[in-house]
């Protein structure tokens, strides 16, 4: 009987072993925040700003607080997010209060918080900060409008200028520009992860300097054949000459 006892215990013990400790209900999953508190209180991100957190397959995090990228391998052992080698981009933020945003991300990640799973909502704490975090359900290139936030030259990128809001909406073969400052509109056809425009039409109204970099941006990525990759909530067009854009849902 009293093996039978020991046998009973060590399987709920292996059961309970398998569960949250390995973090395997997270990887793969992409959440951003629904709420943020320090201190017991609620942190104010900056407007139209959130959390984003992502577990790659390979056992990696990717993390973003509204301008750059962040990165590192992760261990999700024993209810602990454990980043090695943290880094992160250098992009050149239009705010300082979003680089000052990214850093306290980075330095939150860095301390090795907590985790769990409360229903279907990801938990994470450190000392004095909890950040609660909603599961994303994967983007399409057709579901609503797409925000550009990064312009791509190669291996380099940089913000959209502050208040500058480039959009892109995909339905039925047309996509939908606002440019920054002009607005128009395109044919296209989707073929693997190709996109081919044909000829952008778009409205000719004198812009501002910020307008027109970001104007210049989006009509080199809707024109022709460009590379497109949706990814979780964000969607990358690459032109052959490898500049771009970035958008966000």
Same mark, same amino acid.
């Given at each position: 009987?009293?093996?039978?006892v020991?046998l009973?215990?060590?399987?709920?013990a292996?059961g309970c072993g398998?569960g949250?400790?390995?973090g395997?209900e997270?990887?793969g999953g992409?959440f951003?925040?629904t709420s943020?508190?320090?201190?017991? +209180?609620?942190?104010?991100?900056?407007d139209g700003?959130?959390?984003?957190?992502?577990?790659?397959?390979d056992?990696r995090?990717?993390?973003?607080?509204?301008?750059?990228? %962040?990165?590192g391998?992760?261990s999700?052992?024993?209810? +602990?997010?454990a980043?090695s080698?943290?880094?992160?981009?250098a992009m050149?933020c239009?705010?300082?209060?979003?680089?000052?945003?990214?850093?306290? &991300?980075?330095?939150?990640?860095?301390?090795?918080?907590s985790?769990?799973?409360?229903g279907?909502?990801l938990?994470? /704490?450190?000392?004095? /900060?909890? %950040?609660?975090? *909603?599961r994303?359900?994967p983007a399409?290139?057709?579901?609503? +409008?797409?925000?550009?936030d990064?312009? %791509?030259t190669?291996d380099a990128?940089?913000?959209?200028?502050?208040?500058?809001?480039?959009?892109l909406?995909f339905?039925?073969g047309r996509v939908e520009v =606002?440019?920054?400052c002009n607005?128009g =509109?395109?044919?296209?056809r989707a073929?693997?992860?190709?996109?081919?425009?044909?000829? &952008?039409?778009?409205t000719?109204k004198?812009?501002?300097?910020?307008e027109m970099a970001?104007? +210049?941006?989006?009509t080199?990525a809707?024109?022709?054949?460009?590379a497109?990759?949706?990814d979780?909530q964000?969607?990358?067009?690459v032109? *052959?000459s490898?500049?771009? %854009?970035?958008?966000r849902k």
């Amino acid at each position: 009987m009293s093996c039978r006892v020991l046998l009973v215990v060590a399987l709920l013990a292996a059961g309970c072993g398998n569960g949250s400790a390995g973090g395997g209900e997270l990887v793969g999953g992409a959440f951003h925040s629904t709420s943020v508190t320090e201190q017991g +209180k609620p942190r104010a991100l900056v407007d139209g700003t959130r959390v984003e957190l992502r577990f790659t397959d390979d056992g990696r995090l990717l993390a973003r607080a509204g301008c750059n990228h %962040i990165q590192g391998p992760v261990s999700l052992d024993d209810g +602990k997010l454990a980043v090695s080698e943290l880094g992160m981009t250098a992009m050149g933020c239009p705010d300082a209060d979003l680089h000052t945003q990214d850093e306290w &991300l980075s330095n939150f990640l860095s301390s090795t918080p907590s985790w769990r799973m409360d229903g279907g909502n990801l938990v994470v /704490t450190g000392q004095d /900060t909890e %950040i609660v975090l *909603a599961r994303e359900t994967p983007a399409t290139l057709e579901s609503g +409008k797409w925000t550009v936030d990064t312009l %791509i030259t190669g291996d380099a990128s940089s913000s959209v200028p502050g208040g500058v809001v480039a959009t892109l909406a995909f339905q039925d073969g047309r996509v939908e520009v =606002s440019a920054g400052c002009n607005a128009g =509109s395109a044919q296209y056809r989707a073929e693997g992860q190709r996109l081919t425009f044909d000829r &952008l039409v778009l409205t000719d109204k004198a812009c501002g300097q910020d307008e027109m970099a970001v104007e +210049k941006a989006v009509t080199d990525a809707v024109q022709g054949q460009v590379a497109f990759t949706v990814d979780g909530q964000t969607l990358r067009l690459v032109n *052959a000459s490898g500049t771009g %854009i970035g958008l966000r849902k």
